[in-house]
């Protein structure tokens, strides 16, 4: 049995929901699985862990600071550690975006940091147009017009692949 940490950053929640899920599955392998928030600036003890497993969406083009905080601050341990990445955006909806070596943020984001993750993976996101405040309503239709994406005011979909969660979720198991 391994002790695995899944630490999340998340603005509207749906990759806490990714790791909530992963959580699920890996626990169902007999693996222990403690899921933090980076928001609650977590002075989680890293090295009682087996394996170290980040996950952080984009908003407007980025991942949170606090994700480069926390990798900077851990650095040494993420990288004696089994440890994986990945990452959450609406990109990731288009197949040719879909990969660790084909998704544009992913690509920039580990060229900004220091700790080459184990393990990558991609997921495509969710867009609730209604939970968005007015501004940022206007701005992700905005994006999803310039990237032919949907841009109807009441558009609530999901476009991640769980098939894909799932074997990410065993990945992590046998790292
Ligand atoms: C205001 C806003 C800005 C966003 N900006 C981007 C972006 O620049 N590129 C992208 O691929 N996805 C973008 N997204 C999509 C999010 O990455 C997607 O909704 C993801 O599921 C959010 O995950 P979270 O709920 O964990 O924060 C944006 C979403 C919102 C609401």
Known sequence: MSKIILL?????GHTQEICCYLQQLIEKSGDQVTV??????PAVDLES????????????GKHNKMV???IETNLSVLTKKPNAFFSVNAVA???EKAQ???NPYLLKFLKQIAWQPKELAVFAGKLDY??????????????MWMTKGPTDPNTNIEFTDWGK????AQLIHKM
């Open 93 to 95: 909806r288009k197949a």
């Open 165 to 168: 969660v799932e074997e990410f």
């Open 68 to 70: 480069y905080r926390f």
């Open 130 to 143: 209604q939970k968005c405040g007015p501004l940022d309503r206007f701005m992700i239709r905005f994006i």
């Open 36 to 41: 933090v928030s980076l928001a609650d600036d």
């Open 100 to 102: 660790p070596d084909t």
């Open 49 to 60: 862990f087996d394996k170290i497993v980040i996950g952080a969406s984009i908003r407007y």
């Open 8 to 12: 999340y950053s998340t603005t509207d």
